[in-house]
T-cell receptor
């Protein structure tokens, strides 16, 4: 059974640009969550999607957005990039909404903003 | 909001026992989790506690006291491969039919020969 797949694994952008990251959950998993990981702040919750609906959102500015497709794949977008957006963005899937305890994480997309 | 505290770094000797503590403050507590993350890799699930007491899983055990807002992860018979970051995470029932995990900043454990 394939794990959570995130693309791209690495990318470099400049300030002001926008970026789209993709996540394919484990087959059969319908809930997808996104986290930002930085050395200073650790893992911070961005948002969670289930059945194409955003179920919960963390304390990030509106520049951070996401969506989920009917096949449960998810994308997140960051617009008007800032230097502080440099981080590892982790996607995690779980079998169902309302039970996000055991999350299955992807390897992450490492974003560098210059 | 939530506040989760755990030590930043710990060092222990191969074959020994180490205890990593985690304290938390939250409303709507709905479970505490421990994850392991090796450098450059994805976090992987280790354990889950929702009731008070000790949960044992091989060399790893996790304890929870809800009244004290306290948990610990106990690693026995340490091996070099246990060198990793250990993340404490609390699940909060946001009341919207969706559970959210809030992570501590992690404890970097170094196992030395």
């Amino acid at each position: 059974k394939a794990g959570v797949t995130q693309t791209p694994r690495y990318l470099i952008k400049t300030r002001g640009q926008q970026v789209t990251l993709s996540c394919s959950p484990i087959s059969g998993h319908r809930s997808v969550s996104w986290y930002q990981q930085t050395p200073g702040q650790g893992l911070q919750f961005l948002f969670e999607y289930f059945s194409e609906t955003q179920r919960n959102k963390g304390n990030f500015p509106g520049r951070f957005s996401g969506r989920q497709f009917s096949n449960s794949r998810s994308e997140m977008n960051v617009s008007t990039l800032e230097l502080g957006d440099s981080a590892l963005y982790l996607c995690a899937s779980s079998p169902r909404a309302g039970d996000t305890g055991e999350l299955f994480f992807g390897e992450g997309s490492r974003l560098t903003v210059l | 909001g939530q506040n989760i505290d755990q030590p930043t770094e710990m060092t222990a000797t191969e074959g020994a026992i180490v205890q990593i503590n985690c304290t938390y403050q939250t409303s709507g507590f709905n479970g505490l989790f421990w994850y392991q993350q090796h450098a450059g890799e994805a976090p992987t699930f280790l354990s889950y506690n929702v009731l008070d007491g000790l949960e044992e899983k091989g060399r790893f055990s996790s304890f929870l006291s809800r009244s004290k807002g306290y948990s610990y992860l106990l690693l026995k018979e340490l091996q070099m491969k246990d060198s990793a970051s250990y993340l404490c995470a609390v699940r909060d029932d946001s009341g919207a039919g969706s559970y959210q995990l809030t992570f501590g900043k992690g404890t970097k454990l170094s196992v030395i020969p």
